[in-house]
């Protein structure tokens, strides 16, 4: 039976069947019933490997963390999601450097992570848990930006336009030049126009 643990570019998570590609983590933010209770348990949102080592983890198990699913790392991202910096360390180590490149390294006592994290949290989401979105025209987004037309989720990639869904992507026409409503945060966004590329399951 599907648990409520796939994740959406909007951050939300939906109970679907579809297996994603990484797995994530906001903290413990199930009850001993596997009953989603937040959105989030701390600032620090990763986006893990499904498989370390030999570890081995009961799905929803009872104080321990929940086991988000995303289909790729651009999905990931647009949530709000980083790479974790143990099991998927090579990528967290490109995305560190093009953070520090684009926004700076932290001042006074705040680890790089915690800066980035901080930074993330404000971006991606509001006190009242509500998704951080901005406006911008979709030909003016660099690739690997999510954003919301017709209400649904389209991707910006490698000149065209796709839309999202849990299983994969299809083609999608976003030619007018009407602004839109971008799910990617904006800090990653520009570390996409620096020339940082996602990864995309295709």
């Known amino acids: 039976m599907p648990l409520q643990n796939r994740v959406a570019p909007t951050g939300e998570l939906h109970t679907v069947?579809?297996?994603?590609?990484l797995m994530g983590n906001r903290g413990i933010i199930h009850d001993?019933?596997?009953?989603?209770?937040?959105?989030?348990?701390h600032q620090n949102w990763v986006t893990c490997a499904l498989h370390y080592k030999d570890r081995k983890q009961v799905l929803m198990a009872p104080g321990r963390y929940t086991q988000l699913f995303f289909l790729d790392e651009v999905t990931a991202l647009a949530a709000g999601h980083r790479p974790c910096a143990t099991c998927r360390r090579d990528r967290y180590r490109s995305f560190v450097e093009a953070w520090c490149k684009v926004h700076g390294r932290p001042e006074g006592r705040r680890s790089?992570?915690?800066?980035?994290?901080?930074?993330?949290?404000?971006?991606?989401i509001s006190r009242n848990g509500e998704k951080i979105t901005f406006q911008s025209k979709p030909t003016e987004l660099p690739d690997g930006t999510i954003f919301i037309l017709d209400e649904a989720p389209i991707l910006r990639w490698k000149g065209s336009f796709l839309r999202w869904s849990f299983s994969g992507y299809e083609h999608a026409e976003a030619t007018h030049s009407d602004d839109v409503r971008v799910l990617t945060p904006q800090p990653l966004v520009d570390l996409y126009a620096a020339g940082w590329t996602p990864e995309v399951q295709m």
């Open 112 to 124: 790089v992570p915690q800066s980035i994290d901080k930074m993330l949290h404000a971006a991606r």
């Open 17 to 21: 069947s579809a297996r994603g590609t």
């Open 32 to 41: 001993a019933d596997g009953r989603i209770l937040k959105t989030h348990a």
